[in-house]
């Protein structure tokens, strides 16, 4: 079969490429997802997510390799399998990064991408809860909805202790001022997760243009000739299927998937394809390398007044809280655990905020064991969690076979530079601070972990090293950039080298942006299905 446009993933990016690249009519498009059909209640309540964290039903559930700066440890790595992707099993927290984000990737040789060039794309995305403004749009597929004036009485207290230290207060964290403390956005609407399936793919499959395929495994990319993409080979249902592709195919399967399909069809460094005998179609030495993502770490609080816990804890009350959800989509359930937070700077050098936080009214452990469930600990809590805004550490992501099936070798290189064990530090010290408050005092009755042992900068970094994990954001496995040594696609997300074939998602990340990256992944989605469609037929 035959299409205008073959798109590889049906995540965050995927899903709105489905959508702009379909609107006009012009063009027909195939969308082929590995995953299934996002049809879980669990998917659809924001609060469900902790159901999606261990299930593989929807989570591909990866591991890295053991981590030689983390005690070796292998850091779970969750990765969406299903219409929606990642997008669809995450905490919906709608970050953009800051402007000098942006800037950096334009400086860094990839003209138009810097923030004046963004945000019309942002802005293009999203219809806001407060409606259009200059840094806002009223009109766009995915929802944001504010958690303000609707959170847990004790996110008070946590922007009462930062006012306390003389922290500036940040209304909206993608408005005017991205500094200082407050309360995160979510990508909801009227109590459920928009996510870019629900707004985008959904309305797009009534299309007579598009087809979507889902438990479809792309095994590789098909070219005509040593240059050109002409398809894909997927894997259904245990039968073998070419797609044929009259424009572009483009890979939108992620920062671990997208960099997988290229090694397995040619295309990366061929001392690693030579070790799979694998075909080398184009040696492109970065395909995998500079994989980034954020290192966080939880200091845990057991408080005098009630929090989530005590809301979370027993049967009756996860009853009651359910109850309230399904009948006024509302309530604990209806937002994301991560509730305030904001952006820092770990000390008076730094010239723009450094490190990010988050305060839960809830305190849980993640399970060990992925035969367990995330649930309160049993006494009124909360946690305090941080992570350095833009690490420097870069790893990789490259195939273990050449087989389709078979996960890739993720290993994201944790705290391996200076900078990065500073900042560690730094965040650490941070929390420590605010905790030192009046406001969060009065509310605290003792630090349960790491405990008043930690105290000296060794002690800190070592309780980090210990038990930091992963906050999910990889990115920059198949970097954008000038030079085809050192990056994968170019400015307009065509691989270098080859015809007929874009990178679309958060691969193409030239460097990790500050907070969550599902809002720039998407913004990356809008603005490259605009360079897509200016392509002269």
């Known amino acids: 079969m035959t299409f205008d446009y073959i798109i590889v993933g049906a995540g965050s990016a995927g899903c709105i490429l489905a959508d702009r690249l379909s609107k006009s009519g012009t063009y027909s498009v195939l969308v082929l997802e590995a995953g299934g059909k996002d049809n879980s209640p669990w998917i659809k309540m924001p609060g469900g997510f902790v159901k999606l964290y261990y299930n593989?039903?929807?989570n591909y559930m990866y591991y890295s390799e053991p981590q030689p700066h983390l005690g070796g440890r292998k850091l779970y790595a969750p990765r969406g399998k299903v219409l929606g992707g990642s997008g669809a099993i995450n905490a919906m927290i709608y970050v953009r990064g800051q402007a000098h984000d942006f800037d950096d990737w334009a400086a860094d040789g990839n003209d138009g991408w810097a923030w004046c060039d963004v945000l019309p794309y942002f802005r293009q995305l999203e219809t806001h809860s407060e409606g259009d403004s200059e840094y806002h749009g009223g009109h766009g597929p995915i929802h944001i909805s504010s958690m303000r004036g609707e959170t847990h009485p004790i996110c008070d207290t946590f922007l009462a202790a930062c006012e306390e230290l003389g922290y500036p207060r940040s209304q909206d964290f993608n408005g005017a001022q991205f500094e200082g403390a407050g309360i995160y956005d979510l990508s909801t609407r009227n109590g459920q997760r928009s996510s870019s399936a629900v707004a985008c793919l959904h309305p797009a499959m009534k299309r007579k243009n598009v087809q979507v395929e889902t438990d479809a495994l792309v095994?590789?990319?098909?070219?005509?000739?040593?240059?050109r993409?002409?398809?894909?080979?997927v894997k259904q249902n245990g039968r073998q299927q070419d797609f044929h592709a009259k424009r572009e195919v483009v890979l939108a399967a992620g920062a671990v998937g997208t960099p997988q399909i290229l090694q397995l069809s040619g295309v990366g460094d061929k001392l690693l394809l030579d070790q799979y005998d694998i075909p080398v179609i184009h040696h492109l030495p970065s395909v995998g390398a500079h994989l980034q993502d954020h290192l966080c770490v939880s200091y845990y609080y057991r408080a005098n007044v009630p929090t989530l816990n005590d809301e979370l804890r027993s049967k009756f009350s996860q009853m009651k809280v359910g109850l309230q959800y399904y009948l006024t989509r509302s309530g604990p359930l209806a937002m994301s655990v991560n509730q305030s937070g904001?952006?820092?700077r770990g000390d008076s050098v730094q010239v723009h905020p450094n490190l990010q936080l988050y305060f839960n009214p809830l305190s849980y452990q993640i399970p060990k064991?992925?035969?367990?469930?995330?649930?309160p600990e049993p006494y009124p809590g909360f946690l305090l969690c941080f992570n350095p805004c833009r690490p420097t550490s870069r790893g990789t992501v490259r195939i273990a076979s050449n087989r389709a099936e078979d996960a890739p070798v993720i290993d994201p290189n944790y705290l391996s530079t200076d900078k990065d064990i500073v900042e560690a530090i730094q965040g650490s010290r941070l929390i420590r601070r605010i905790?030192?408050?009046?406001?969060l005092g009065n509310i605290t009755v003792e630090e349960m972990l790491p405990g008043p042992k930690v105290q000296d900068d060794q002690a800190m970094l070592s309780y980090f090293r210990e038990n930091c994990g992963s906050i999910y954001h990889l990115c920059g496995s198949a970097a954008m950039g000038s030079h085809p040594a050192t990056s994968v696609v170019d400015k307009h997300l065509k691989v270098h080298g080859l015809r007929g074939l874009r990178i679309v998602d958060a691969s193409i990340f030239p460097n990790v942006t500050s907070g969550n990256i599902n809002a720039a992944t998407m913004m990356v989605a809008e603005k490259g299905a605009a360079l897509i469609l200016q392509e002269k037929a």
């Open 229 to 233: 993409a002409m398809g894909v080979r």
């Open 342 to 344: 904001g952006f820092f």
């Open 435 to 439: 905790m030192s408050t009046k406001a």
């Open 369 to 375: 064991s992925n035969k367990a469930t995330i649930k």
């Open 56 to 58: 593989p039903q929807y």
């Open 219 to 227: 095994e590789r990319v098909l070219f005509d000739t040593e240059t």
